[in-house]
């Protein structure tokens, strides 16, 4: 199938020729992405968008298709939340406001720079983006993976420091069961939406911020992220829609792998312990991280900022896309490990008790 | 694992065709569909954003009770 032409002001964008080899590449990597989101619960677009743009898609049709594949994984998710009674409205739509805000900021920033440094530009910004992010986010993991025991505080220790800073209006928000101030609120909303705009995800950051910063329980967190993910989803994915940018094609391609993965991920995370989920989660992200810093010299190449020679450049490219898949691939291994590993124990310990008569 | 019943194996096979079903529609049109949905209007992003909807809950039911069946339920 033939690649799409979108007229753009300063670049004429073309989307990615479908080839049965890509089609296959996108399922997997939606695949990859579903487990690892479903495992992690958040994310997995930092192995989606990273990989499209590995396999050719610009870095900004690569992050409008991410949002709108999560956008409909987001509907159904927060729906089964809901019922389970696991979404804090209120605190959804005070988050709500300040989270458009942030996505229409991003979406206004990502498209500047599409029309003024073209797709390098783009690519160069959103891989900068997650460079520091995702390397920042696997620092602090590790390090909380590896504190000895006996310094490990309560998550609840900082959100109490935080709650304790009276800046009116305090609001009271009962299915959280915490009281802060909407400042705060506002700061986590708009930070949010604006990595949900820039980079297709924004709840690796939410959630950790909704859980440390403001004291919400982690399923809650959880709920109520999904529930803002269906409006910054809808809000970027209808923006970028607007432009041309949404590559319905691939959207589907994702699902074709990512539906299965999440459900399969979700499940593993029964049969794990916090640590192993965390563990995974750094690997992940780290490698994910190395990955777009690889990318990086190849990008300031073409926007001629920095000269690299082109067999190092075409070197760390190839590195690039290795470091990525190796990353999902290792964490998935280490997932579907955890699996097997859990249900031999479960069926060695089911023969003993039945051998012992308990 | 849960005590949740589980789905029928005629509305498991329903979802699954009518999810395949949509997708052989969409991607043998493709080149009319892309050139509605690609021409930055409000009708044609709200289309897009509806189809992407309608076949997160085709396609996503389907995988989910599919593995409700054998034994792989999830309350993600």
């Known amino acids: 199938m033939a690649g799409e032409a979108v007229n753009l002001v300063g670049e004429v964008m073309k989307f990615v020729d479908i080839t049965p080899g890509t089609a296959l590449c996108m399922a997997g990597l939606g695949f990859m992405g579903g487990m690892l989101s479903g495992f992690i619960g958040s994310g997995g677009a930092f192995i989606m968008t990273p990989g499209m743009m590995s396999l050719g898609v610009p870095g900004i049709a690569a992050v409008s298709t991410n949002l709108a594949h999560k956008f409909g994984k987001a509907i159904v998710g927060a729906r089964k939340h809901a019922k389970m009674g696991n979404v804090d409205a209120r605190l959804g739509v005070c988050m709500v406001i300040f989270l458009l805000l942030g996505v229409q900021l991003a979406v206004y920033l990502n498209k500047y720079i599409f029309a003024t440094l073209g797709k390098a530009g783009s690519n160069l910004y959103i891989s900068v983006v997650f460079v520091i992010l995702l390397s920042g986010l696997s620092l602090f993991i590790l390090r909380d993976i590896f504190r000895p025991q006996e310094r490990k505080t309560p998550s609840q220790g900082l959100a109490q420091r935080i709650s304790s800073i009276n800046i009116p209006p305090m609001i009271y928000f009962k299915v959280a069961n915490v009281r802060v101030s909407l400042w705060l609120v506002a700061l986590i909303g708009m930070a949010t939406g604006w990595l949900a705009g820039t980079v297709g995800v924004g709840g690796f950051i939410g959630v950790p911020a909704m859980i440390y910063v403001l004291g919400i329980p982690t399923m809650v967190a959880a709920g109520t992220e999904l529930f803002l993910a269906i409006f910054s989803g809808a809000s970027g994915a209808f923006q970028y829609a607007l432009n041309g940018f949404v590559d319905i094609r691939l959207v589907l391609l994702l699902y074709v792998g990512s539906l299965v993965g999440l459900q399969i991920g979700a499940n593993a995370t029964k049969m794990v312990s916090e640590l192993q989920i965390k563990f995974v989660m750094a690997v992940v992200i780290g490698m994910s991280a190395v990955s777009r810093g690889f990318a990086i010299p190849k990008y300031l190449s073409d926007l001629q900022i920095a000269s690299f020679p082109a067999d190092i450049t075409n070197f760390l490219d190839v590195a690039a896309t290795v470091t990525l898949y190796g990353g999902a691939a290792l964490g998935v291994l280490m997932i579907i490990g955890y699996i097997i590993r859990y249900k031999r124990e479960h069926r060695v310990n089911a023969q003993y008790s039945q051998s012992t008569g308990h | ?76």
């Open chain 2, 1 to 76: 694992m849960s005590g949740k019943t589980k789905p029928s194996l005629w509305q498991t096979l329903l979802f699954l065709l009518l999810a395949i079903g949509a997708y052989l529609v969409i991607f043998f049109n493709i080149e009319q569909l892309n050139q509605f949905y690609l021409s930055k209007a409000i009708l044609p992003a709200v289309c897009l954003l509806g189809t992407v909807i309608c076949i997160a809950f085709l396609y996503g039911s389907a995988i989910s009770n599919l593995l409700s069946l054998v034994g792989l339920e999830s309350d993600h």
